[in-house]
């Protein structure tokens, strides 16, 4: 699988006590960051398991955490094209 274009979803501009001037874009509860994978033709067809990393830097209202990464892992099925 060859990855293509990644995208996420819209944050909101937030300000923090810790630095009240600068307004940081952020996410809060479940939100979902699409991948675009691609076979190539000559995948055969079947279920794979991807593995992946997220990198993400949390905070809350006092400050922002170091950041940090999650492992992850999805499962993506390669059908053959259509004729």
């Known amino acids: 699988l060859t990855p293509g274009a990644v995208v996420y979803p819209e944050g909101t501009d ?5 630095s009240p001037q600068e ?3 952020v996410y809060a509860g479940e939100f979902t960051v699409r991948a675009e994978l691609r076979a190539p033709g ?3 067809a079947g279920s ?3 593995p992946g990393e997220l990198r993400y830097q ?3 209202d006092r400050a922002c955490f170091p950041p940090t990464k999650l492992p992850v892992e999805f499962e993506v099925t390669v059908r053959k094209p259509r004729s």
Not at 14 to 18: K, N, Y
């Open 58 to 60: 949390a905070c809350n």
């Open 14 to 18: 937030l300000t923090f006590a810790f």
């Open 48 to 50: 794979y398991k991807v």
């Open 42 to 44: 000559s995948a055969p």
């Open 23 to 25: 307004k940081l874009n």
